[in-house]
Nanobody, 126 residues
Framework: QVQLEESGGGLVQAGGSLTLSCAAS????????MGWFRQAPGKEREFVAD????????YYADSVKGRFTISRDNAKNTVYLQMNSLKPEDTAVYYC???????????????????WGRGTQVTVSS
């Protein structure tokens, strides 16, 4: 069982930056691909980015490509999402997930990720 806890959300003005962190409870989480998803009010949860277990491959949704960067530090059992040039449409609850998918190759589906955090709110004001 892998427990995930997100942090780093908050309120930021458009054009600003935030870095989200996701800490895993067990060291074996380093063997999993890690992903970030988000859910805006009234919308379905959507893929944002994910990263392979080694960190060697990453993949981004078109909506965040060039603005967000996913990374991981397996020694700290932590994955990060650096978010720059934030837009009001980035407002959502951001979820961290861990799974046995390859990661970093395509848009992943929710069902491919077995473990989920509770989410952290990101609000971007215009």
């Amino acid at each position: 069982q892998v427990q995930l806890e997100e942090s780093g959300g908050g309120l930021v003005q458009a054009g600003g930056s935030l870095t989200l962190s996701c800490a895993a409870s067990v060291r074996t989480a380093s063997r999993y691909a890690m992903g970030w998803f988000r859910q805006a009010p009234g919308k379905e949860r959507e893929f944002v980015a994910d990263i392979s277990w080694s960190g060697g491959r990453t993949y981004y949704a078109d909506s965040v490509k060039g603005r967000f960067t996913i990374s991981r530090d397996n020694a700290k059992n932590t994955v990060y999402l650096q978010m720059n040039s934030l837009k009001p449409e980035d407002t959502a609850v951001y979820y961290c997930a861990a799974g046995t998918v390859v990661g970093g190759t395509r848009i992943a589906r929710e069902y491919e990720y077995a473990y989920w955090g509770r989410g952290t709110q990101v609000t971007v004001s215009s």
